[in-house]
């Protein structure tokens, strides 16, 4: 279990992978939710495009602009 409460389900979308770092894109109720991750830890879960996935938000500062 997280203690972090932003926690949003959806389908992984895409992952472009690089050397070091992937990008992963998860989309959720039609928006896309983008995430730098290792490549370790996309190998470590398996993590493949169509999967179901989470993406965990956990950030001391949101900014909003309009």
Do not use: F
């Amino acid at each position: 279990m997280l203690s972090a409460r932003n926690q949003i389900k959806g389908t992984v979308k895409s992952i472009r992978p690089g050397k070091v770092m992937a990008e992963v894109v998860i989309e959720s109720s039609g928006i896309e939710i983008v995430s730098v991750i290792s490549m370790g830890s996309v190998e470590r879960m398996d993590l493949k495009e169509g999967d179901k996935a989470t993406a965990v938000i956990k950030a001391t500062e949101v900014m909003v602009e309009k």
